[in-house]
């Protein structure tokens, strides 16, 4: 059983930046990352293949988050840059076998970690 830890969320101003973490207890193929906001569904935001090469991004964070992965390390990141107050949601971290969008394939998924951005 594979399980994901998130970390690196929190209070941010607008336009600042976060770094966001998830260390896997072993070996994932695809890595996503979602966020969802209070009263609103999961959305995917960020995906990334094992090599790396397949990064896509949903249009709103385009141009400003990053998503990467170091394997030696299970570990999957989510840079955020020029935060938005829109960018606020708690955001999680999944691991499946696929690349999609849709957050129902993905096997595991971390607990959350709040990210607020301040207006």
């Known amino acids: 059983q594979v399980q994901l830890v998130e970390s690196g969320g929190g209070l941010v101003q607008v336009g600042g930046s976060l770094r966001l973490s998830c260390a896997a207890s072993?070996?994932?193929?695809?890595m996503a990352w979602f966020r969802q906001a209070t009263g609103l569904e999961r959305e995917f935001v960020a995906g990334?293949?094992?090599?790396?090469?397949?990064?896509p991004y949903a249009d709103s964070v385009k141009g400003r988050f990053t998503i990467s992965r170091d394997n030696a390390k299970n570990t999957v990141y989510l840079q955020m840059n020029k935060l938005k107050p829109e960018d606020t949601a708690v955001y999680y971290c999944?691991?499946?076998?696929?690349?999609?969008?849709?957050?129902?394939?993905?096997?595991?998924w971390g607990q959350g970690t709040q990210v607020t951005v301040s207006s």
């Open positions: 990334i293949s094992w090599s790396g090469s397949n990064t």
């Open positions: 072993g070996t994932t193929s695809i």
């Open positions: 999944a691991a499946g076998r696929t690349l999609q969008v849709s957050p129902t394939p993905y096997d595991y």
